[in-house]
């Protein structure tokens, strides 16, 4: 290949990659949005990819696997709706901030496994499920408050914003699983096939709880800690209260 051909193709990838760099250096509640954004999506998908060495290893009920996934989807048919509804007397941000503090400690209530019975664990991811509505709906509903805050300029660039913003969800989603791999590989977890029987060592059994509770419980605290440094919605309902 030719090098002016190579040029040539490459010089989509370094726009593309110039365009997210400039949009992130231009809108620092974006990046702040996109940053927090990122660590909750990887940590959802975490969860989702962890949750069915959880149930056969932990619960040692692999059937149950539907059950708790099912726990974890179907309350955002109701939360939805009512986490919109906070929103409009509380705020995007602090509703967006209990939903991240919920879905910690949802995470870590799982920790105890079934030694509490299995209705705590069914309760915690309920509670997994309802935070998990509110990490989807405010986020996306906080971008095009930050476009616009940036100014018309940047509202032009509406289109570059979405890219970059796809891109994150993307990434996250893609992440959560290899991060609980990398959980799992660091227990000295042993892969099975199907229909074979493995015995996985204590390391192992410690890795595939710790990995499925505290890291996405630990992941999640810093996308909170990160989305603190959001200022929007504050100054919002600050000119609301001054007006």
Request: with cysteine; charged share 15%.
């Amino acid at each position: 290949m030719r090098r002016s051909e190579r040029e040539r193709r490459a010089r989509p990838v370094r726009d593309t990659l110039a365009d997210v760099r400039s949009v992130l250096r231009a809108n620092a509640h974006f990046r702040v949005l996109a940053a927090s954004y990122l660590l909750a999506s990887t940590t959802t998908h975490l969860v989702l990819a962890g949750l069915p060495y959880y149930t056969r290893y932990e619960l040692g009920r692999p059937g149950f696997t539907t059950v708790l996934m099912a726990a974890f989807v179907a309350p955002a048919l109701i939360a939805t709706p009512l986490w919109f509804r906070l929103s409009r007397r509380a705020g995007k941000q602090r509703c967006l901030l209990a939903a991240q503090s919920g879905f910690a400690l949802g995470a870590l209530g799982l920790a105890a496994g079934d030694r509490l019975g299995l209705a705590p664990v069914v309760a915690a991811t309920l509670l997994l499920g309802v935070s998990f509505a509110g990490i989807q709906l405010f986020p996306f509903s906080m971008v095009p408050d930050a476009i616009r805050e940036a100014g018309p300029g940047e509202l032009a660039r509406t289109g570059s914003y979405l890219g970059v913003w796809t891109a994150t969800e993307a990434i996250g989603s893609a992440a959560g699983p290899y991060v609980y791999a990398g959980a799992l590989a660091l227990g000295g977890f042993v892969a099975s096939r199907a229909g074979d029987q493995v015995t996985q060592s204590a390391q192992a059994h410690s890795a595939i709880l710790t990995g499925f509770t505290v890291v996405p419980a630990a992941l999640m605290v810093v996308s909170l800690l990160l989305q603190l440094r959001y200022r929007l919605d504050a100054r919002a309902r600050s000119g609301r209260t001054a007006g």
